[in-house]
């Protein structure tokens, strides 16, 4: 296997990067300081994947909600045994997580890597679903849902994502709802494996010390070669339009919890640079450095501990959001649509473009320094087809023009308020 040495001038790093035989990627980015590794295997499958269509097959085909979330469960389970058990026998932390655009499993460990490796490449290759064990772990994971629906902070979001999107399935929670899983059957869990996790699908990071050499080896022993299939994921027509702008509900919490943001066109195709301009964005509107932010807190709209943003975005939806607790959310939202319309109108001031883009550019360089950070950093822009050098370049030398056509993500027509009150 051939690698690619990656450098960034401006962070004083590399990595090697190559595409295995059995066709998976392989990043490898090694850290003499520190003292453990992170590996990161994904796969470019996550819960709003639901309806696809294979090469060759006349229509698409819909599987339950939560198949991605119950097929990660159900890899850590073999005819050998459980894979957590053997990850605990030699002292590794291993863990797993869907989210609605990717599937990865995790481990971190200071010493025993390669078995801890041969572990994680081993199970996630080899899918052992029966009736019964499928059917065991539909309690386990209706107990997990069952959670969630308890889990403020998780309910104010979803509550927000179901009044925004009318039809994309990122309305829908990650683990499905208690009847779907219900629905759920080996034959689902081998289709949507067969067609997603296949290796040329998939992504391996290892961030830490380790001999590449020794990886290599390794990845030549254990990964099974298999034939790519093609598969085109079908999302239904999603107005630009939301749902209802104002939605509540009430669980047991001490104040309420508010999700508020913007419904943006998702027909863009994601870039560094438009990653790039819409941290910088937030970061001049929402930071603790910004008017805004201090205006909300010194007149106690917002508890500085819990306010925070974020811009959540993937294939056919996008929204910026901004959240935490809040005695009043609807007059916190109110202020974040008059700050929003203030930039519309005034621009972006120069002095706070420059500050959020130093601050957010030396936050980047400071993750360089964790093996967990770069790993998960890696993985996450690999698995969507971004690098994290062209990210830091892009960083460094934008513009503050190319900020500001960002402005348009704000239409005020497109608003959704998420609210959780205390019973």
């Not at 899983?181 to 949507?192: F, G, K, M, N």
């Not at 998939?202 to 022993?221: H, I, P, W």
């Not at 093609?230 to 919490?253: G, M, N, W």
């Not at 010194?298 to 501990?305: F, G, R």
Request: glycine residues 6%; hydrophobic residues 40%; charged residues 25%.
């Amino acid at each position: 296997m051939e690698l690619t040495k990656v450098e960034s001038q401006r962070a004083g790093d590399f990595y090697y990067r190559g595409v295995h035989q059995s066709g998976l990627q392989i990043y490898l980015y090694p850290k003499k300081s520190g003292s453990s590794t992170r590996a990161v295997l994904g796969t470019r499958y996550g819960s709003i994947d639901n309806c696809f269509q294979r090469e060759g097959e006349p229509a698409p085909q819909t599987v339950p909600g939560g198949v991605a979330h119950y097929l990660e469960h159900k890899l850590f389970e073999s005819a050998e045994g459980d894979a957590f058990s053997r990850f605990a026998e030699i002292g590794v932390n291993a863990n797993a997580y869907t989210g609605y655009e990717s599937t990865s499993y995790v481990f971190s460990c200071t010493d025993r890597l390669y078995e801890a490796l041969e572990i994680l490449l081993g199970f996630v290759q080899a899918p052992y679903f029966t009736e019964e064990t499928v059917a065991k772990e539909k309690g386990i994971i209706e107990q997990e849902i069952r959670m969630y629906e308890d889990m403020p902070g998780w309910q104010v979001m979803l509550k927000y994502l179901q009044a925004m999107y009318h039809a994309h399935p990122v309305r829908e929670d990650v683990a499905g709802t208690l009847r779907s899983v219900q629905e759920i059957t080996p034959a689902h869990l081998y289709r949507s494996y067969s067609t997603f996790y296949h290796l040329s699908n998939m992504v391996l990071v290892l961030a830490g010390q380790f001999e590449v050499d020794k990886v290599l080896e390794l990845c030549d022993r254990k990964l099974k070669p298999a034939p790519p299939i093609q598969a085109k994921r079908v999302f239904p027509r999603e107005p630009e339009e939301v749902v209802q702008p104002f939605v509540e509900s009430r669980l047991s919490v001490a104040m309420p919890l508010f999700q508020f943001g913007y419904k943006e066109k998702s027909s863009r195709v994601r870039t560094e640079n438009d990653l790039a301009a819409v941290s910088v964005l937030l970061s001049v509107m929402a930071s603790d450095a910004s008017p805004m932010f201090r205006r909300l807190l010194e007149e106690e709209l917002i508890n500085e501990s819990s306010f925070g943003y974020q811009y959540l975005e993937g294939n056919g939806y996008a929204t910026v959001i901004f959240g935490g607790e809040s005695r009043t959310p609807e007059e916190a939202a109110s202020i974040i649509r008059q700050e929003a319309a203030r930039l519309g109108r005034e621009g972006i001031p120069a002095e706070a473009f420059q500050w959020a883009k130093r601050s957010l550019y030396g936050d980047c360089i400071a993750s360089l320094n964790s093996a967990a950070g770069i790993a998960g950093w890696v993985a996450d822009f690999a698995l969507h087809g971004l690098e994290i050098f062209t990210y830091i370049d892009t960083l460094a030398e934008l513009t503050i023009s190319q900020v500001a056509k960002k402005l348009d993500i704000f239409q005020d027509n497109r608003t959704v308020l998420s609210v959780v009150r205390p019973l």
